[in-house]
């Protein structure tokens, strides 16, 4: 009577509830956002990596406690199947052939045997444009494969096209607007799909009254 | 197949399907918690759609078949009821799956 494939749907429709109060969308355009005004907190007297570290608290803050607070006393707990866990496993793997990619792109850029620059030159952005695909614009697609979260695709598009922005935007204004502007911009897009995300959410689930349940 | 060939096979067929199962509102429990390793009430109540009472009722049938568990814990300072499927009610559901599809196969065109 039920197929596989409708049961795969129920499990998925399980599953896509816990991306539907666009949270991890807030949590993204925050620490966009917070990459941008990071040189900001520099000028404080904080360097880096502290800058950034401080620069991303908001967003982890929203994740946790938008979880804790908002998501789960609507929405209930729930553990998935051996299958998601085995995408987790995954998960991990790949990320960590990125990293080890994004560590040996470094040590061959220190090393000024890479075909192209980091920075543009006269107009040409091919560098930037390629590195930043190869370093989030991939990276963030393979994980929206993996979590099955379809959104993540167009924020990975979104979010390799900064760097290259703020090296045009560069000749136009100096650092760190050029940074405050595109990162605010590519970090404003999540940002706001996801408040709405929440709202509509929030309609959606509103919190029981009941304290007990059975 | 002669009519009363087709309808005596059909009628064997559904005397062995498991009716605690078939119940629409079961059945959406059971589908649930056989993709889901473990799920809480309130998940349940938005999955499925139900009121509280409806689940609970329910879920007590289900649990006094052996097919969930049903376990009460805390998370914080808040009461969780957790749910899941028992290896006998996994298989009650695979055998339930095979059954209707193999009745409904038999069913002629």
Known sequence: ???????TQIERNAYRKFFQDGIWDILLGLMVIGAG??????????????????????????????????????????????????????????????IFTT??????????????GWSTTAGDITGPVVISLLLIGLPL????????????????????LTWPSTEILYYYYSSPLDEIIVFGIAGGIPLIIGLTFLVKFMIKYPLSTDKTAI | MKPDKANEISQNSVDKIDKLIHEPSRFLIMAN????????????????????????????KLENAGYIKIEKEFVGKRPHTILSITKEGRASFQEYRIKMKSFLDSIPE
Do not use: C
Request: glycine share 4%.
């Open chain 1, 1 to 7: 009577m039920i197929q596989n494939s409708d049961l």
């Open chain 1, 37 to 98: 005004y990071a040189p900001l907190i520099s000028e404080l007297g904080i360097e880096r990596p502290w800058n950034i570290l401080i620069a991303f608290i908001p967003s982890f803050a929203v994740l946790i406690f938008g979880k804790k607070y908002v998501t789960i006393p609507r929405l209930g707990l729930v553990k998935f199947g051996p299958k998601r866990r085995a995408d987790r496993k995954k998960l991990i793997i790949v990320s960590s052939v990125f």
């Open chain 1, 103 to 116: 560590i040996i792109l470094v040590i061959l850029t220190k090393a000024e045997l890479l075909p192209f």
């Open chain 1, 141 to 160: 697609s393979i994980v929206a494969y993996f979590i099955d979260f379809n959104r993540l695709y167009l924020y990975a598009v979104v979010i390799s």
């Open chain 2, 33 to 60: 918690l056989y993709v889901l390793k473990s799920a809480d009430f309130l998940f349940l109540i938005n999955q499925t759609g139900m009121t509280q009472g409806n689940l609970s009722s329910h879920l007590s």
